[in-house]
């Protein structure tokens, strides 16, 4: 695996092998930073570890000013939550707090007055959106489609979904998943290329599946940084 970076707006992620690679990549970076005046916020970045190894106890990066980057359990990027581990996880916790959050509001305004169609239609537009956020591009255990599963059956019925024709969450996941499939094989990125083999083609979603679980592989042996930059 070849370190790299990620960037989008005034943050970027930093990925590397190993955690002297990622050192070098962030000396690199800080010297672009350097030469048009701006420099690393130390207070919102931080470094995650995945691998075999995660539990280890790594070095702090350190910064052209001498500062330091600590390494964390958790982190955020483009709202989405990593976690720590063997592989590349995602957290769900937050995102399902936010989903009970907007159907409590949607719920003390409705009450039990609206109908079931029409609750449904609003649980579809305004709260699905926030529970399924960037599942598609996240790599999901049994456990955690199951969770979303049930996060959902708390609050509608398995009857109710069925005679109205609202999806369980796993078939909407794999809609989601087949449509982003969709999407990536189309770019013309040579990032998107170097996950995306020749063989996927916009139709063969299992075969881009399984190509695009190299993406999760490259990421099972490496260091991560989020920086924020000030």
């Known amino acids: 695996m070849v370190a790299t970076y990620l960037p989008h707006a005034d943050d970027i992620l930093l990925i590397a092998p190993s955690v002297s690679a990622l050192q070098i990549l962030l000396n690199v970076y800080e010297e672009e930073l350097l030469a048009i005046d701006m420099y690393v ?43 720590r581990g063997c592989s590349l996880r995602c957290c769900l916790e937050e995102a399902k707090s936010r989903f009970f959050r907007a159907f409590n509001a949607i719920f003390s305004k409705t009450g039990r007055c609206t109908s079931e169609p029409v609750f449904l239609s609003l649980l579809s537009s305004k709260c699905m959106p926030i529970l399924l956020y960037a599942v598609e591009a996240c790599p999901l255990l049994a456990r955690q489609i199951k969770s979303i599963e049930f996060t959902l059956t708390r609050i509608t019925v398995n009857e109710c979904q069925v005679n109205f024709g609202f999806l369980p969450a796993k078939y909407q996941i794999l809609i989601c998943t087949a449509k982003f499939l969709q999407r990536f094989v189309a770019l013309e990125s040579g990032l998107c290329a170097l996950f995306a083999s020749d063989e996927c083609g916009a139709g063969s979603y299992t075969s881009c599946s399984y190509s695009l679980g190299k993406v999760f592989i490259l990421h099972v042996s490496c260091a991560m940084l989020f920086v924020a930059n000030f």
């Open 41 to 83: 916020n130390k207070k919102k970045s931080l470094c995650l570890r995945f691998g075999r190894r995660y539990t280890e106890q790594c070095a702090e990066l350190v910064t052209a000013d001498g500062g330091h980057i600590s390494w964390a359990d958790r982190c955020r990027y483009l709202d989405v939550y990593f976690t």
